[in-house]
């Protein structure tokens, strides 16, 4: 490795973490710059799973107060997490680099959408829902919420966001939403490290030198929380995820 990949590694880490402490949307810095470092489409996605690994069961354990009372309703929306999860790890790995790399801009699309959307997506279900204790598990809630673990254990980016338009369909408080998504983040980014770790897709120089810059990022986010305007990260997110998106579109599908 290069000291520009060394250097931009560290950067794109130290950004993922502090936009993932701010607004969000740290993968947009995170998934592109592993790409660049020359590591294989499927082998930069694990990785960069690998490397949110921790931070999702940092969220799960700030919300367990939350979560407790809920007891032995949690047991299907886990299942639900634990078999999308795996499901979406095993097809990352299966349909391999070339049909992951052609689906890149489409992801990138996708998740840039839903965090453009998510003030307004909020704001509609608030206006929407009728707030219920337990909301009853049924074919379909427990259906979209496989789905999403899917998607969360194939690419992840915007997973929370669909995580939290389930829950509030559903009829959960916004803060109980909030703590459920990051349990089942959790389990999602749980099974898929472990299946990419045995599939032995992660690399791991890569991984320590992101996660290096994403601790520092993390915390000097932290620290700047209070001070920057969140109108400012949201569209420099939303800035960055257009452009790795138009990027990706042109060099997988105008420049050959």
């Not at 402490?21 to 799973?49: H, I, M």
């Not at 047991?75 to 097809?91: M, R, S």
């Not at 990352?92 to 997506?121: E, H, K, M, Q, Y």
Request: charged letters at 5%; hydrophobic letters at 55%; one cysteine or more.
């Amino acid at each position: 490795m290069s000291i520009s990949e060394l250097l931009l590694l560290v950067l794109a880490g130290f950004a993922a973490g502090g936009m993932n402490a701010l607004a969000g949307g740290g993968t947009f810095f995170s998934f592109p710059a592993l790409l660049a470092a020359g590591l294989p489409p499927v082998t930069a996605n694990a990785t960069n799973a690998v490397a949110l690994w921790p931070a999702s069961l940092a969220g799960a354990w700030a919300a367990r107060d939350s979560l407790r009372p809920l007891g032995g309703y949690l047991l299907p929306l886990l299942l639900a997490g634990l078999c999308g999860g795996l499901l979406g790890g095993l097809l990352l790995l299966a349909g391999g680099d070339d049909v992951f790399a052609t689906l890149i801009p489409w992801l990138l699309l996708a998740a840039t959408a839903l965090f453009a959307a998510s003030p307004w997506l909020s704001r509609w279900l608030a206006a929407r829902r009728a707030e219920a204790t337990h909301p009853p598990h049924n074919k379909l809630s427990l259906g979209a919420h496989v789905a999403v673990s899917i998607y969360g254990g194939y690419f992840g980016a915007g997973m929370g966001i669909l995580q939290l338009a389930a829950f509030s369909i559903e009829g959960h408080p916004l803060a109980r939403a909030n703590a459920l998504k990051n349990l089942i983040s959790a389990v999602i980014y749980s099974v898929a490290t472990a299946t990419f770790v045995i599939a032995g897709r992660v690399s791991w120089y890569e991984l320590i030198i992101l996660l290096v810059g994403a601790t520092l990022g993390g915390y000097t986010g932290g620290a700047l929380g209070q001070r920057l305007p969140a109108h400012w990260l949201r569209a420099l997110v939303i800035l960055v995820g257009s452009g790795m998106t138009a990027y990706y579109f042109w060099a997988t599908y105008f420049s050959h």
